[in-house]
Structure formats: structure tokens, C-alpha cells
């Protein structure tokens, strides 16, 4: 059962709570169940205080690629299933001359998204560009970890405009000895840092590409 608020936004009542759906008619029907039962799962988690599919939702791994789920700062807290291994994971829409029947030779398909891949900062090799950058001072000091070299105007205060989207361009840390790179850190599994590095300035593991006539 759900309710039509018009403008492509659906909502839907499962039995953890509601689900708002930003899609057309036509995506919305081909939704599979799991989708739904995925949604429930994390309307489950406490204090939960909103959650929304985008256009793109499909199956995941414990939670649907394609979900916003929004808890209140005072009590809220990060949910890793809901996060997922894509963090960095994008979307972007480009209008082309080619028709969906132009793919269905597979191989040419595959040689396109192999093409755009050789853009695109997709998996581990993309973060080869960036032996320069520590992950701890990423972690420490948000965007301002960065080195100059990757920031636009160098956060000069009369050109500050670069940070100006972010919600937060610097982080604040009780005990910065918790992030600090040592082996002694009891939080932190061997190797977290190496693998961390791999995936900065990446969209995610792996690129995907839907072709829509």
C-alpha cells in the first residue's frame, strides 16, 4: 500500500515505518520485493527518523544501493550496512544519440563502460593519483587534510569558495590519538589505513552503467 503525493514521490507503509520512493511509475513498478524488505530491515534501526529510495534503488548487500536514511545529529549514529563498501558511490546523467537496441551487442557494451572507466575514478587502481595524501590526516582535519596542491584556492579566506557546498569541511576529534596511524591504536584492524587509502577519490568499486532509450 502507498500513498501518491504526485511529483515522482511515493510513499510506502511497511511494517517498520514508512519509505518515500522518488521515481516514475514505470521504475517504481519494477521494483522486486526484496527492495522492500531490504527497506524495512533498516527502518528497524532505532530512532530512525527518515528514509528514501532514489530512482537507481536495487538490491544490495544488506542494504539497497540507491537508500537515504537520516537520524537526528544529537542521538544519531553512522549504520556501516547502510553506508556500505561504496561510499564514494555517484550518480550522473548524460543524454546520448544512441538507443538501448545499439547495446544489445554485449561486447560492444562492455568495450563503452570499459572506455568510460579510463574517466572515471572507479576501484583501487584510481587511487594510485594520490600516494601524497595520509588517510589519518583526511580523518583528523576533513578537506583541510588535503594537500594545496588539490584545493582550488588554498582556503584563502577572501576566496574561500570551494568549501562552500560541503556541510562540514573540518572535523572535530576528542582523542586524535584513536586515529593516529600506529599499530597501538585498539580500535582500528591491521591494515585499515592501506586499505582506506585505495578507495580516496574513487566512485566505489566498480562502474555501472544504465542505458535508458
Excluded at 544488506?62 to 556501516?80: L, R, Y
Aim: charged content about 25%; overall charge neutral.
Amino acid at each position: 500500500m502507498f500513498t501518491d503525493h504526485g511529483k515522482n514521490h511515493k510513499e510506502v507503509a511497511l511494517n517498520n515505518g514508512r519509505l518515500h520512493v522518488f521515481a516514475n511509475d514505470e521504475v517504481f513498478a519494477s521494483f522486486e520485493n526484496k527492495v522492500y524488505e531490504m527497506a524495512d530491515n533498516i527502518l528497524a534501526v532505532p530512532r530512525i527518523q527518515h528514509m528514501s529510495y532514489t530512482p537507481d534503488a536495487h538490491v544490495g548487500v544488506g542494504t539497497c544501493i540507491g537508500t537515504t536514511a537520516v537520524w537526528n545529529m544529537s542521538d544519531g549514529f553512522v549504520s556501516p550496512s547502510t553506508v556500505g563498501s561504496d561510499i564514494g558511490c555517484g550518480m550522473r546523467v548524460h543524454l546520448t544519440s544512441l538507443h538501448k537496441d545499439d547495446f544489445a551487442d554485449k561486447a560492444l557494451k562492455r568495450s563503452i563502460i570499459k572506455a568510460i572507466e579510463k574517466h572515471s575514478p572507479v576501484g583501487e587502481r584510481a587511487a594510485s593519483n594520490y600516494k601524497d595524501i595520509k588517510v589519518s590526516d583526511i580523518v583528523l582535519n576533513g578537506v583541510h587534510g588535503l594537500p594545496a596542491k588539490y584545493v582550488p584556492d588554498h582556503y584563502t579566506p577572501s576566496q574561500r569558495t570551494w568549501t562552500v557546498n560541503l556541510e562540514t569541511d573540518r572535523f572535530k576529534i576528542d582523542k586524535p590519538e584513536y586515529i593516529e596511524d600506529h599499530p597501538e591504536n585498539p580500535h582500528l584492524k591491521e591494515g585499515i589505513w592501506s586499505r582506506a587509502w585505495k578507495t580516496i577519490g574513487t566512485l566505489g568499486g566498480r562502474l555501472s552503467a544504465t542505458l535508458v532509450a
